[in-house]
């Protein structure tokens, strides 16, 4: 149980356009989930934070026009990379934490994004 | 965010012994930490953890050690396998949020 799924697991796309990814929960209703990024051999870092029907709650330092969250429903979230440049390029993984749940988190499998 | 890391520290140890890493963390106010495992492409796999008002809690084959004192964490695995190698990542949650921020990162390589 408590699996989180990425799609697309990897994705390569054009500087200027965007890119959604999706997050989601398969065996769990998800009522929070978390976006990081993590650029080659660096650690984790916390982008947003996603709660089912209402507005994601952003780092620090994230711009939020430009890293979209959704958390459409108990078992999806989507971040949208808009008008991604290079330096978006990076490995992108989200994680959920399920309804009843204490602080447990499961991650995805996540997605590389490469911007050329 | 909290702690982000810049470089990925490395340790090597032959397969059999024992290994330990450690992980400093930043916010006083932190109150339940996560030792994560990481595998190359792969998203991080949870491994152990710990609430602060517990300094020591043992899984299989892995301790976890938590000194307040000096912010200080550390994953100690016994008897180290190939299949250990891995970057291994502590997180730290700062009460009374559901966020975990995640500290620099050590690279173990276990040599068969």
């Known amino acids: 149980g408590a699996v989180v799924s990425q799609h697309p697991s990897w994705v390569i796309c054009k500087s200027g356009t965007s890119v959604k990814i999706e997050c989601r929960s398969l065996?769990?209703?998800?009522?929070?989930m978390f976006w990081y990024r993590q650029f080659p051999k660096q650690s984790l870092m916390l982008m947003a934070t996603s709660n089912e029907g209402s507005k994601a709650t952003y780092e620090q330092g994230v711009e939020k026009d430009k890293f979209l969250i959704n958390h459409a429903s108990l078992t999806l979230s989507t971040l949208t990379v808009t008008s991604a440049h290079p330096e978006d390029s990076s490995f992108y993984i989200c994680?959920?934490?399920?309804?009843?749940?204490?602080?447990?988190?499961?991650f995805g499998p996540g997605t590389r994004l490469t911007v050329t | 965010g909290e702690s982000v890391g810049l470089h990925l520290p490395t340790l090597s140890v032959q397969e059999g012994d024992n290994s330990i890493i450690n992980c400093a963390y930043s916010n006083s106010a932190s109150d339940y930490f996560i030792w994560y495992k990481q595998e190359s492409g792969k998203g991080p796999q949870f491994i152990i953890d710990?609430?602060?008002?517990?300094d020591k809690r043992q899984g299989q084959r892995v301790t976890v050690l938590l000194n307040k004192t000096v912010k200080h964490l550390s994953l100690q695995i016994a008897a180290t396998q190939p299949g250990d190698s891995a970057v291994y990542f502590c997180a730290e949650k700062k009460s009374p949020g559901n966020q975990f921020y995640f500290g620099t990162g050590t690279s173990l390589t276990v040599i068969p």
């Open positions: 994680s959920a934490a399920s309804r009843g749940g204490l602080y447990e988190q499961y």
């Open positions: 065996d769990f209703q998800a009522t929070t």
């Open positions: 710990i609430r602060s008002n517990m």
